[in-house]
């Protein structure tokens, strides 16, 4: 089995930072990629940062330039920095990983619990 935790939500305003992270534990062969995703209210879920074994980034739009995603691979954590934080980035946020656990040959695909994220004034 395999688990993922997320930490470091909460309540900022307008213009503050957050950094989220997330650790995944469990029996875990290797990590291909993790990701955050959100999901506000009345919307979709939908992806906020990803990032690959090799360390490969890809961002949404809408948080380019804004939040940087990280990882040690050592410690199976990830982590995401959120600075300029608005309004419209109030939601849920999830950690994602595509992984391969240790009595598998296949690659698996788990969430964590999410965190909630308010920027609000």
């Known amino acids: 089995q395999v688990q993922l935790v997320e930490s470091g939500g909460g309540l900022v305003q307008p213009g503050g930072s957050l950094r989220l992270s997330c650790a995944a534990s469990g029996n875990i062969f290797s990590i291909y990629s993790m990701g955050w995703y959100r999901q506000a209210p009345g919307k979709q879920r939908e992806l906020v940062a990803r990032?690959?074994?090799?360390?490969?980034?890809n961002y949404s739009d809408s948080v380019k330039g804004r939040f940087t995603i990280s990882r040690v691979s050592a410690k199976n954590t990830m982590y995401l920095q959120m600075d300029s934080l608005k309004p419209e980035d109030t939601a849920v946020y999830y950690c994602?990983?595509?992984?391969?656990?240790?009595?598998?040959?296949?690659?698996?695909?788990?969430w964590g619990q999410g965190t909630q994220i308010t920027v609000s004034s």
């Open positions: 990032i690959t074994s090799v360390g490969s980034r």
């Open positions: 994602n990983a595509d992984l391969q656990e240790t009595s598998s040959w296949y690659r698996s695909e788990y």
